[in-house]
T-cell receptor, first 114, second 114 residues
Framework: AQSVTQLDSQVPVFEEAPVELRCNYS??????LFWYVQYPNQGLQLLLK??????LVKGINGFEAEFNKSQTSFHLRKPSVHISDTAEYFC????????????FGSGTRLSIRP | GAVVSQHPSWVICKSGTSVKIECRSL??????MFWYRQFPKQSLMLMAT?????????EQGVEKDKFLINHASLTLSTLTVTSAHPEDSSFYIC??????????FGPGTRLTVL
């Protein structure tokens, strides 16, 4: 069975600084990988996803992530954050089949300081 | 992107009563829908997978007789929390899988049981 680990429960950064949110996964088969953002009292919004092809994936709001199969990682990055990026970020994995469910990591709270 | 709605967005009920939450895919057909629950400041935990026209598949530890799921059509799945108790208070989120296999999430329903 697949699993996802987000090592950092909270990441505080200053506005306009770069940020990296870490995500590692485990699976015995090929996977699809996702990053979702959740603003307070709201549902999930897809930031980006890796299905196949280029290992560097660009998403919305200036975020990008790189799939590293050898390190089983899918870290999320943004070169310059804004106050509006304050939210909870979830990494998720789905085994590569049409019937697969999505399993979420524990989440990382990104807080931006002015 | 595709839109998934949930109704109600929040509900307060007395202990012992039952509550029904609806999940609708507004502009696409979803043969599979998923139900998650999220406790405060925690991740999403998959409760069950709902397939149109068949019984739902529940995750380990989820009581199927307490959380009744009905997927009556390709655009509607319902979750009924029977004999609700305060420990059932949570944020319930559904998602619907489109034909391209991407999942779209609803905005969530906050349930408070008094």
């Amino acid at each position: 069975a697949q699993s996802v680990t987000q090592l950092d429960s909270q990441v505080p950064v200053f506005e306009e600084a770069p940020v990296e949110l870490r995500c590692n996964y485990s699976s015995s088969v090929s996977v699809y990988l996702f990053w979702y953002v959740q603003y307070p009292n709201q549902g999930l919004q897809l930031l980006l996803k890796y299905l196949s092809g280029s290992t560097l994936v660009k998403g919305i709001n200036g975020f990008e992530a790189e799939f590293n199969k050898s390190q089983t990682s899918f870290h999320l990055r943004k070169p310059s954050v804004h106050i509006s990026d304050t939210a909870e970020y979830f990494c998720a994995v789905s085994e590569g089949s049409s019937a697969s469910k999505i399993i979420f990591g524990s989440g990382t709270r990104l807080s931006i300081r002015p | 992107g595709a839109v998934v709605s949930q109704h109600p967005s929040w509900v307060i009920c007395k202990s012992g009563t039952s509550v029904k939450i609806e999940c609708r895919s507004l502009d696409f057909q979803a043969t599979t829908m998923f139900w998650y629950r999220q406790f405060p400041k925690q991740s999403l935990m998959l409760m069950a997978t709902s397939n149109e026209g068949s019984k739902a598949t529940y995750e380990q530890g989820v009581e199927k007789d307490k959380f009744l799921i009905n997927h009556a059509s390709l655009t509607l799945s319902t979750l009924t929390v029977t004999s609700a108790h305060p420990e059932d208070s949570s944020f319930y989120i559904c998602s619907a899988r489109a034909r391209g296999n991407e999942q779209f999430f609803g905005p969530g329903t906050r349930l408070t049981v008094l």
